[in-house]
């Protein structure tokens, strides 16, 4: 932090503890001319996004539980530019940036992207969605099959000690 602002802030507050963390980062110094942030909030964004990310099993990216993208699926959204959104949605838009988050940064035909794979992507998850629900369907059947059949040796086999006595 430069001491001007170290100043400034001696002046406003009675103590450092008073400073809301939100004010330290703003006036914290950027040593990174392509940073929007100084270490300690990029730092916390980071930590926080990465905590978002790993907290939800539902994030594209985590792929270890029942229903997760499969590998082309994954592959389409990271394929997928944010500049390509804005043209799939944008109607009359003829071109973009094609990095959106560059000022100066080349513009791209909107006709040059291929379309997101949306209805290939829908159309396979309905279909594993069947698969899922007929094996499952199966499953339950078995499984009530066998404890019918269990249920019928017991019952035969307590007759049997019955008789037995």
Same mark, same amino acid.
């Given at each position: 932090?430069?001491?001007?602002?170290?100043?400034?802030?001696?002046?406003?507050?009675?103590?450092?503890?008073?400073?809301?963390?939100?004010?330290?980062?703003?006036?914290?110094?950027?040593?990174?001319?392509?940073?929007?942030?100084?270490?300690?909030?990029?730092?916390?964004?980071?930590?926080?996004?990465?905590?978002?990310?790993?907290?939800?099993?539902?994030?594209? =990216?985590?792929? !270890?539980?029942?229903?997760? *993208?499969?590998?082309?699926?994954?592959?389409?959204? %990271?394929?997928? /530019?944010?500049?390509?959104?804005?043209?799939?949605?944008?109607?009359?838009?003829?071109?973009?940036?094609?990095?959106?988050?560059?000022?100066?940064?080349?513009?791209?035909?909107?006709?040059?992207?291929?379309?997101?794979?949306?209805?290939?992507?829908?159309?396979?998850?309905?279909?594993?969605?069947?698969?899922?629900?007929? =094996?499952?369907? !199966?499953?339950?059947?078995? *499984?009530?099959?066998?404890?019918?059949?269990?249920? %019928?040796?017991? /019952?035969?086999?307590?007759?049997?000690?019955?008789?037995?006595?």
């Amino acid at each position: 932090m430069d001491k001007s602002n170290v100043d400034l802030l001696k002046k406003t507050y009675q103590s450092v503890d008073d400073v809301d963390l939100y004010v330290r980062l703003l006036l914290e110094r950027i040593n990174d001319p392509t940073a929007l942030l100084g270490p300690t909030g990029t730092h916390l964004i980071a930590d926080q996004f990465n905590a978002f990310k790993r907290g939800d099993r539902f994030y594209f =990216e985590n792929t !270890e539980h029942a229903g997760a *993208l499969t590998q082309a699926e994954y592959e389409a959204i %990271r394929n997928y /530019s944010l500049a390509q959104l804005i043209c799939e949605n944008t109607s009359g838009l003829e071109m973009v940036q094609g990095d959106i988050f560059q000022f100066n940064s080349v513009k791209k035909q909107c006709s040059s992207f291929r379309p997101f794979p949306l209805e290939q992507i829908l159309s396979s998850r309905a279909l594993s969605e069947q698969v899922d629900h007929r =094996e499952t369907s !199966e499953n339950t059947r078995s *499984l009530v099959a066998t404890n019918r059949g269990r249920r %019928r040796l017991q /019952s035969a086999f307590g007759t049997y000690l019955n008789a037995q006595d």
